[in-house]
């Protein structure tokens, strides 16, 4: 468990706790009574999260956290939006696809939070983890579109994390 006190770690830790308390006060409703019962499940269910997976030093900024904040919540509109769209609109098109994606981010969180932002990308679904690479079923073939969409949002996971991964190339435009 010494592991998990070096230096920066303990950001890490901040944030898990904020993340269980704050899945905790969204399934009870934010209701003030189940603080009683909610505050030892919340510390028991994040000592067992450091014992099995310590807290990893990344150097997150607040800023960071904020604008990552930011473009989850529109994320999380815009998909819900095309999806519904799509399942009202049967005539628009859909070509599933499965497409290889290898990631350059470490192991642990930054992948984790990746892979689960992934699901935020209208269409798009983490369907595999084959070591370094990433299996993502789009319902939409976007050719390499797919994979400049998440050269991006790994840049952007890099950035909440970072770990100065550099940010992809523009999209080459097509006339």
């Known amino acids: 468990m010494g592991s998990w006190f070096r230096a920066g770690a303990w950001k890490s830790a901040v944030a898990r706790v904020v993340f269980v308390s704050v899945a905790w ?12 019962f909610g505050l030892p499940v919340v510390l028991t269910v994040s000592v067992v999260s450091f014992l099995l997976s310590p807290p990893q030093g990344y150097g997150w900024r607040l800023t960071e956290v ?10 999380s509109v815009h998909g819900g939006f095309d999806v519904a769209r799509r399942a009202l609109a049967p005539s ?6 499965f497409v290889r994606y290898r990631m350059r981010l470490p ?6 939070v990746f892979r689960i932002t992934l699901s935020l990308m209208p269409g798009t679904l983490n369907a595999d983890v ?3 690479e990433l299996v993502v079923h789009s319902l939409v073939d976007k050719g390499a579109g797919i994979h400049h969409e998440l050269e991006k949002l790994e840049w952007r996971v890099s950035r909440l994390f ?12 097509h006339a």
């Open 25 to 36: 006060w969204a399934l009870c409703d934010g209701d003030p009574k189940s603080f009683t």
């Open 66 to 75: 904020i604008r990552f904040a930011g473009f989850f919540l529109a994320g």
């Open 92 to 97: 628009l098109p859909i070509s599933p696809v």
């Open 107 to 112: 192991e642990g969180a930054p992948q984790t």
């Open 130 to 132: 084959l070591g370094e």
């Open 162 to 173: 970072g770990l100065g991964i550099p940010p992809p190339e523009p999209e080459p435009v």
